[in-house]
């Protein structure tokens, strides 16, 4: 609970800043009443006292003759942007113009005199003295009695940047935060330098490589850096949408997405370190984990899924639930990886033979009909990847071959009554046969042939913690794709 106090010194904190903006504005070169930029290779801008910022028409570099009316950081060798204008749709052509008016607007125009955006201003009642950029990073329009920002920097930011720079820690600091995804954006160099040249690699997957890196201390430690492979050339736009809504995912049973780099052609996203590495290489190395640890594993993928699918701001499905895409913390709790990037792969718009997504073995029948996919294709990953939890094994392994299939086998146990074969050799989950025969009717329903026998992930975890009973599940194959896998003695 916040107290009193802390209220009492933030609300002084601001009040302070404030007046130091006022006292700043005063010993500003002023920007006066009809002053312009224009968008060319004279560069010029508006500056802030010490040069820190500036304001102006800042190039794309990968895009002839296009601009942005930004704000940016003017004196740090990586050029970095921290706003800009119009930002549903930002470019504009070479001739455009911004200018101050004196109804107290910044007006932005393109080269053909069309206005393309204005900025926001505190009343309508007011005579317009003069503006100034200040080195908190904020564009100020000065009333001559009130001095207030223009929507160039929202408060919020405005205090954590008075707030940072007073510690020291904004200059040489090559990153930033996006304001549009709350995400760090790195430069490539950033991630270059973080990872030793990306020297060593943590692992490959569908949508890139991941190398481990690490970071100044103000920002962390360890990190993971995912290149994305197979990113559509035309996809900038897509990019930023999908980064935009992982970062606004927020579970404990999901990795955490801490920022991102779409520099030129590069596409990268950083994650937060997992000390104990994936599922897989836990599940299926030299030491078993104990029953409880799958237990909790188990139920926090559930969890986790759960939430993708019903309770953050946008539906995410996975498609490629697998215990490699199942990270470990320093605790053992279970979060997914790679969720929100399935729309990013070059296929995705056109959903054919070769638009097929997910590891074989994991991949839910429906993926080879014309049907539609739907969350389902993940609760029937999450039932392969609950029996490999079960049974401490892969669910394709052809070395045991009255047993090489693990959902077949699998039903086979429970219908003849079997299921403490699956655990043979784990006395804990033998001890404990009324769990063993819940979590096992969970992942047999889960894999059903027929997409909607196959429960929801809330009604999963609820199933996992108790919370309802788990019926008798019908044989999940069809007819024409029932296993001819040997029967067991």
């Known amino acids: 609970m916040i107290s009193p106090l802390f209220h009492s010194h933030l609300c002084l904190f601001i009040l302070a800043s404030i007046l130091w903006i006022i006292a700043t504005v005063e010993a500003q070169a002023n920007v006066t009443v009809g002053k312009s930029l224009a968008a060319d290779d004279t560069n010029t801008t508006w500056q802030s006292p010490s040069g820190v910022f500036a304001f102006g028409f800042h190039p794309i570099t990968s895009k002839k003759d296009r601009f942005l009316l930004a704000i940016w950081y003017a004196n740090i060798p990586e050029i970095t942007i921290v ?39 505190a009343t309508d009642d007011f005579q317009l003295s003069h503006a100034a950029m200040l080195d908190t990073g904020n564009f100020v329009i000065d009333t001559g009695n009130y001095h207030f920002p223009t929507d160039c920097l929202t408060e919020r930011l405005l205090i954590e940047q008075l707030y940072l720079r007073r510690l020291g820690e904004l200059k040489g600091a090559h990153s930033r935060r996006d304001l549009e995804t709350n995400l760090q954006f790195f430069t490539y160099k950033d991630l270059e330098h973080a990872t030793n040249g990306f020297k060593e690699e943590l692992g490959r997957g569908a949508f890139g490589t991941v190398y481990k890196g690490e970071l100044p201390s103000s920002y962390g430690d360890r990190i993971a850096v995912k290149k994305l492979d197979k990113f559509a050339q035309d996809g900038e736009r897509e990019f930023k949408t999908e980064v935009k809504v992982i970062g606004q995912t927020h579970h404990k049973n999901l990795v955490r997405l801490i920022g991102y780099c779409d520099e030129a052609e590069h596409r990268l996203l950083v994650y937060e370190f997992m000390e104990n590495g994936s599922l897989s290489s836990f599940l299926f190395g030299i030491l078993r984990p104990s029953w409880q640890q799958r237990l909790q594993i188990a139920s926090g993928i559930a969890k986790g899924l759960t939430y993708l699918h019903e309770e953050c701001s946008k539906q995410i499905i996975h498609c490629d639930i697998k215990p490699q895409n199942i990270l470990l913390d320093e605790s053992l709790t279970a979060k997914i990886s790679d969720f929100g990037l399935a729309k990013l792969l070059m296929n995705d718009k056109t959903r054919t033979k070769t638009g097929i997504r997910g590891t074989k073995g994991y991949v839910a029948p429906e993926w080879f009909r014309k049907i539609p996919v739907t969350v389902k294709v993940d609760v029937y990953s999450f039932g392969v990847m609950l029996l490999e939890i079960i049974c401490c094994r892969r669910c394709v392994e052809v070395e045991i071959e009255e047993a090489a299939i693990l959902t077949d086998w699998a039903f086979q146990c429970y219908s003849e009554g079997m299921i403490e074969k699956l655990v043979e050799d784990d006395e804990e989950a033998r001890n404990d046969v009324g769990k063993l025969e819940k979590l096992l009717k969970v992942g047999i329903w889960c894999v059903q042939e027929e997409p909607m026998l196959r429960p929801s992930m809330r009604i999963v975890t609820m199933m996992l913690d108790g919370a309802i009973q788990v019926p008798d599940p019908p044989c999940p194959f069809s007819l024409n794709s029932i296993s001819t896998s040997t029967k067991m003695d």
């Open 83 to 121: 706003w800009y204008a119009n930002r549903d749709n930002p470019e504009t052509d070479r001739g455009s113009t911004v200018e101050l008016t004196e109804t107290g607007f910044l007006v932005l125009n393109d080269s053909k005199g069309k206005e393309l955006w204005r900025s926001e201003r």
